[in-house]
């Protein structure tokens, strides 16, 4: 496949910072170097925000744009690292951003209007990750051993909080230890036995390190719900139709993206330059595959669906062990499907 030009029909904009992502979709290894182009502020535009570093997990989005399925005036932006996820839609810079339902329902709870509306991962990212040989195999057994977070907020706590539930354990069973983005580190130097981590990213990178290890899923079912498009009450209101079209576009991203491994690839070598290495686009590949379970985990499973009852769930779950801030919002208030 050949190199994209310099520039897409419709401008990335990225601020490539080398950091690890805090939010959802971390950074993978097989893409942090990219170009920097122009700020999107058009104030007529419609701007989609995406997490601080341009990867192949964002490829649906760079494959709509690629294809003409956007409107025209809409562009595609990556947030700097000093940012917070949903400062620049709450600042109306942008109008809707690719992050964690879960953490945009905190968000909401702690007074912030957002509204999930639109569907991307269908199946939760987070999981516990061990090496290959070690002696846990569900989440009963973490107890007595070392676990390695990110931090105690975010998706990756989410997810412990519901290992620990489906274990019947409780922190005071687990060695938890607070070790910022540094979890693979950490595992393959043996400082931890097991991580919060992501399936689709840290174990995929993991492997392709040189560690061969396992993943074990949190829950029989998982009351979270993952990488969505989020937006604001006021932008809703105002830019319905405008919302639900780049909504639709998103989706049949997603659907390229499912069945199109290669073409993710080339859609993000544009925007991620160290992918003319073919190491590193096979790596890249590999992140790719492994999202797209996540994007279409079954036969049955609607590509850029979102239920309104899985978000209930989630707020019941994230009310129920503390998580969210003074108010917690109804489904209505944070659930409005475009889609």
């Known amino acids: 496949m050949t190199a994209r030009p310099a520039l897409t029909r419709r401008r990335l904009l990225t601020t490539a910072l080398g950091t690890g992502a805090a939010v959802l979709l971390a950074s993978c290894s097989s893409g ?6 122009e700020s999107a502020t058009a104030s007529d535009g419609l701007v989609i925000g995406m997490t601080y570093t341009p990867n192949i997990q964002f490829a649906p989005f760079y494959m709509a744009d ?14 700097g690292a000093q940012e917070g996820q949903f400062d620049a839609l709450l600042a109306g810079t942008e109008h809707l951003v690719v992050a964690s339902a879960d953490e945009a329902v905190v968000a909401a709870s702690n007074g912030n209007e957002l509204v999930v509306v639109g569907g991307y991962y269908q199946r939760y990212p987070g999981c516990l990750i061990v090496p290959e040989d070690s002696t846990i195999r569900t989440p009963a057994d973490l107890k007595g051993h070392t676990l390695g977070v990110p931090g105690r907020t975010g998706s990756t706590w989410f997810t412990v909080q519901l290992a620990l539930d489906t274990a019947a354990l409780s922190e005071d069973d687990v060695d938890v230890q ?50 969505s498009l989020v937006t604001t009450r006021a932008l809703l209101t105002a830019r319905r139709d405008e919302l639900s079209a780049a909504v639709a576009a998103s989706v049949a991203g997603m659907e390229r993206f499912v069945t199109d491994p290669d073409g993710a690839v080339d859609a993000t070598r544009a925007y991620v330059t160290d992918l003319v290495d073919e190491t590193q686009a096979a790596n890249a590949r590999e992140v790719a595959i492994a999202t797209a379970a996540l994007v279409k985990p079954s036969e049955d499973a609607v590509i850029g669906s979102l ?15 503390g998580l969210l801030g003074a108010t917690t919002p109804a489904t209505d208030d944070v659930c409005d499907p475009l889609h």
């Open 178 to 227: 607070e070790i910022g983005y540094t979890q693979q580190a950490a595992l393959m130097g043996g400082k931890v036995d097991a991580i919060a981590g992501f399936a689709n990213n840290d174990a995929v990178q993991l492997d392709q390190n040189g560690m061969k290890v396992r993943t074990i899923d949190v829950a029989p079912q998982v009351p979270l719900v993952g990488a």
């Open 32 to 37: 942090t170097a990219s170009r920097s182009q």
């Open 66 to 79: 690629d294809a003409g399925e956007y409107a025209q005036g809409v562009s595609l932006r990556h947030h």
């Open 307 to 321: 239920v309104p009852e899985h978000v209930g769930e989630m707020i019941d779950f994230l009310a129920g062990h």
